[in-house]
C-alpha cells in the first residue's frame, strides 16, 4: 500500500498488513488484534472464489446477495468470537467500524449484510453509531445538518436506522442544532453525541463520559448488569498532563513520505508517549530527506537544501523511520552522518538501521561504494543484502512480517538496561533486506556492535554504536507496541538522551515513566 495514498501500514503480531485504523485501537484499548480483525471487500470475494472453485456452492450463480454477504457476516461472527484482550472466552461486545461514507458503491455489500445482522441478531444485540460532520459554513458560523440529514437518509433508505450520531464538529453542538438533529434524523436528542475538538485525543473518553455515552450504548444493548462503572482516572490525568506541559524537545524526522504525517502514524504516536513520560512536549520538524542531498542545493531548490540543514541542526535529536526504494537514500545517509559526528542522538528505524550501516561503512571504514543491494545490485561491498525468504517478483505477503523473537547478546547493552535486561524481546517486523552477515565482522571494526540478533544469529536485529551517547539502530519497528503510559523503551531512551537524562534513568530505571 502506497504511505502517499493509504498513511501508515500497520503491521499486527501475526503479521497482518492493515490499515493504520486499527494501530489506534491497539494503542487505544491496549489489545493485541490478528489480521482476521481487518475486513477487506478483496479478502471477502477471495473467500467466496476459492468457496466457488471448490465446488461448495454445486454450480450455483455466485451474487452479491446472499453469497458476498453472507462471507461478510459469517466473518464478523467468526472474528467477535475471538479474544484479543488476553482474556478468555468471547468479548460483549464487539466494534465493527464501516469505512468509507454512506453511498459509496464500495460500501453497499457491507451495509446490506449489517442490515441482515441487524434482523437476524434483533434490535437490542445491534447498536448503529453514525459519525458524522457538523460544518460551519462562512462567516455566519451556523452549525449546518444538512449533510448530515442527507446521510442519515441514505442509510434509512439502506434498510438501516442509526441509534446513536457521534458528531464531529470544531465546537461544542449547539442545542438548537441537536434539537434539528434529533427531529430530523429521528434518533433522540439523549443519543446525540458531540465530539468536538479538543487540546488533545485523550479528553475523548472523558468528554464522553460525561454525555453519558457509555450508559445510553449500554441500556441499548441491556448489559448494564454486566458493566463497571468506566475508570478513567489515568486517561484525565494524562490528558491534563498534556495540557500543562511548559517545556517541549525538537526532533528532526528525516525520511522519505514527509508530505504526509499519517505515513509515519506510529513513530508520531511513540514520540508522543516517550515525551510524555519525560514531561516534554513533541516538536517533530519534518525533513524531506531528498531536501539535504547535495544535488538539491544546485537544481531548483537550494533554499529548500538551505532550510533542510538548519532544521537538522536545531533539532536535539534525529529519527530516520522505514521505507522503501532509493529517493531520498543519500540524504538519509547524510542525516546519520551528522548525527554520528556531531554525538547527537540517533534512532534508525528499519531502513534508518540499514542506513546507518551504508553511512559507517563508507565513511569510517572508506568502502565508499557500500551499499544496499535493494539500491545497486552491482554494489562490490553489499552491506546490506536481500533476504533469503522473500520474492522479487510478488511484493504483497512475502516479507518479513510479524513479532519475531530477537536475542540480545549482553546484558551491559543500552538495549537491554532500557528492556529492563531482558535476555530477548519480541517486536515487530516488516522489510525484505537486512546487514549482509558476511560483512558483519568488518563493520564492528568500526564502532558498531550488533547487540541483538535473531536466534539463528544471522539476522541482525538491534545495532549500538560505542562512544556515542545514543546511536541505536533496529531492524525491526518498535513504534508499533508503543502505548499511552507505557512507551517504547527504545524511544524512551532515545528521548532521555536528547536532554542529557539518559545516565540517571539508567541508574533508576521506572517501568517507562520519570
Not at 467477535?80 to 453511498?103: N, Q, R, Y
Not at 528492556?419 to 530477548?424: I, K, R, T
Not at 541483538?452 to 545514543?470: A, C, Q, S, V, Y
Request: net charge negative; glycine share 8%.
Amino acid at each position: 500500500m502506497s504511505p502517499f495514498e493509504h498513511g501508515e501500514v500497520f503491521v499486527l503480531d501475526d503479521g497482518g498488513e492493515v490499515d493504520l485504523d486499527l494501530g489506534n485501537y491497539e494503542r487505544f484499548l491496549d489489545v493485541r488484534l490478528t489480521r482476521d480483525n481487518n475486513i477487506t471487500t478483496g479478502k471477502i470475494y477471495q473467500s467466496v472464489l476459492e468457496k466457488e472453485r471448490r465446488g461448495d456452492y454445486l454450480g450455483k450463480t455466485v451474487q452479491v446477495v446472499p453469497h458476498i454477504t453472507d462471507a461478510i457476516k459469517n466473518w464478523i461472527e467468526s472474528v467477535s468470537a475471538i479474544p484479543v484482550d488476553g482474556k478468555e472466552g468471547p468479548a460483549d461486545v464487539c466494534v465493527i467500524e464501516l469505512g468509507g461514507t454512506v453511498g459509496d458503491i464500495e460500501s453497499m455489500p457491507f451495509i446490506e449484510a449489517l442490515r441482515q445482522l441487524l434482523f437476524s441478531v434483533g434490535q437490542n444485540s445491534f447498536c448503529l453509531i453514525h459519525v458524522s460532520l457538523i460544518p460551519v459554513l462562512g462567516v455566519v458560523g451556523e452549525q449546518k445538518t444538512k449533510p448530515t440529514q442527507h446521510s442519515v437518509r441514505e442509510l434509512r433508505a439502506l434498510g438501516l436506522t442509526p441509534h446513536f450520531l457521534a458528531c464531529r464538529s470544531a465546537e461544542p453542538l449547539l442545542e438548537s442544532t441537536r434539537q434539528k438533529l434529533s427531529q430530523f434524523c429521528h434518533v433522540p436528542v439523549g443519543n446525540i453525541l458531540n465530539i468536538h475538538d479538543v487540546p488533545n485525543i485523550w479528553h475523548i473518553p472523558h468528554l464522553l463520559r460525561n454525555q453519558n455515552a457509555h450508559d445510553a450504548i449500554l441500556r441499548h444493548l441491556e448489559l448494564q448488569s454486566v458493566a463497571n462503572p468506566p475508570n478513567l482516572q489515568e486517561w484525565t490525568e494524562r490528558a491534563g498532563t498534556f495540557d500543562n506541559l511548559k517545556n517541549s524537545v525538537r526532533i528532526a524526522m528525516v525520511g522519505k513520505y514527509v508530505g504526509m504525517a499519517d505515513s509515519y502514524l506510529s513513530v508520531v504516536k511513540a514520540l508522543l508517549h516517550a515525551c510524555i513520560a519525560c514531561s516534554l512536549k513533541p516538536v517533530i520538524d519534518w525533513i524531506a530527506a531528498s531536501d539535504l542531498e547535495d544535488d538539491s542545493s544546485k537544481l531548483q531548490t537550494p533554499e529548500a537544501h538551505a532550510t533542510a540543514w538548519k532544521t537538522l541542526r536545531n533539532a536535539a535529536c534525529v529519527l530516520v523511520p522505514g521505507g522503501f526504494g532509493d529517493r531520498g537514500v543519500n540524504g538519509m545517509i547524510l542525516a546519520a552522518k551528522y548525527a554520528r559526528e556531531n554525538k547527537v542522538p540517533y534512532l534508525g528505524i528499519c531502513l534508518g538501521m540499514q542506513i546507518s550501516v551504508i553511512e559507517v561503512a563508507r565513511n569510517v571504514l572508506s568502502l565508499e561504494r557500500a551499499n544496499s543491494s535493494e539500491f545497486d545490485d552491482q554494489t562490490p561491498n553489499p552491506v546490506v543484502i536481500f533476504m533469503p525468504e522473500g520474492s522479487k517478483t510478488h511484493m504483497g505477503s512475502t516479507m518479513r512480517l510479524g513479532s519475531r523473537r530477537t536475542l540480545l547478546q549482553s546484558r551491559d547493552c543500552l538495549t537491554a538496561k532500557l528492556y529492563h535486561s531482558s535476555d530477548y524481546v519480541d517486536e515487530r517486523h516488516r522489510h525484505r533486506y537486512e546487514v549482509n552477515p558476511d560483512m558483519v565482522s568488518i563493520l564492528e571494526k568500526s564502532g558498531l556492535k550488533f547487540v541483538g540478533k535473531d536466534e539463528t544469529g544471522n539476522r541482525m536485529e538491534i545495532l549500538e554504536l560505542t562512544d556515542h551517547p545514543f546511536y541505536v539502530g533496529t531492524q525491526f519497528h518498535p513504534e508499533f507496541k508503543s502505548r499511552p503510559g507505557r512507551p517504547s523503551p527504545l524511544f524512551l531512551g532515545f528521548i532521555l538522551a536528547s536532554i542529557g537524562q539518559l545516565e540517571s534513568y539508567l541508574q533508576n530505571p521506572q517501568n517507562g515513566s520519570l
